[in-house]
Each structure stands twice: as C-alpha cells, then as structure tokens.
C-alpha cells in the first residue's frame, strides 16, 4: 500500500504522516505534492517545488477525479488538518499512495524547506487564523 514511503514517517489510524525533511526526500524520488490550501492560502506563502498539484480543500469532492490515482500523493495543507481529511477520502477513491505532510507549510517554512513568500505575510494568533498585511 505504501511501498513507495516505505520505513518513513508514521502511521496513525491508517494515514501515513511525514516530516518535511522525509517529504522532500519522497518528492525527490517521484512523489507528488498536493496542496489543498485555498487560493488566497497559496497567495500568502507557497512551497518552493517545481512541481506540485493544487487542489482546494473546498473543491476535493468535484475534482478527485482529475488527480493522478498512480502516483504517490504527499497531501498538504497549512497545518495538517484538512489534509488527513483529504486523505481519508482520497483512500476511499482507490488512491493507494498518500501519505500526509505533518504540519503542513506551517512546520515546512519552520524546518527551513523551501519557499516562495509573497509580499504579503501571514499574522494573527496561530496560523490557522490568517489575515494579509503588507510587509514593511
């Protein structure tokens, strides 16, 4: 089922969880990135990849159908929330290959991976709360 994240990460209640540093090593081995932050998440700040795959989060149920079933998905989001849920529902479509990206962009920016911020920032109380402002 999960051969291709094989001896990486951790597993609860049948989801795969794993560290940035354990997800770029997965992405540099073919793996996929699938973001499912909204558009005005992905405006904020952006994983630095080549390549990746965005899907919103609010979009999943009509657009399942279009993701690449035969690669192995790194699921992400801003915190690892919405991303486990994305996950459950992707293995109840015959995906074989998820695993979760644990923290989501939030532990990502922290752990130093790469990047792409946009003029704006993200402040508030926790990140899961997020307004723009404009950097100074």
């Not at 279009?66 to 293995?91: F, M, Q, R, Y």
Request: some cysteine; overall charge negative; glycine content about 8%.
């Amino acid at each position: 089922m999960k051969e291709h994240f094989l001896n990486l990460g951790f597993e609860i209640n049948g989801v795969l969880h794993l560290t940035g540093r354990q997800a770029i090593q997965c992405i540099e081995a073919g793996a996929v990135l699938l973001d499912i932050r909204e558009d005005y998440e992905i405006a904020i700040k952006d994983f630095g990849l080549a390549t990746k795959i965005e899907c919103a989060y609010s979009q999943l149920d009509s657009l399942i159908h279009t993701l690449p079933a035969g690669l192995p998905l790194i699921v992400a989001d801003c915190v690892g929330i919405h991303s486990k849920e994305c996950i459950v529902k992707l293995l109840e479509n015959g995906f074989q290959m998820t695993a979760n990206l644990s923290g989501g962009i939030f532990d990502w920016e922290r752990d130093g991976l790469p990047m792409r911020k946009m003029d704006e920032v993200m402040s508030g109380q926790c990140p899961c709360i997020i307004k723009t402002r404009t950097q100074t």
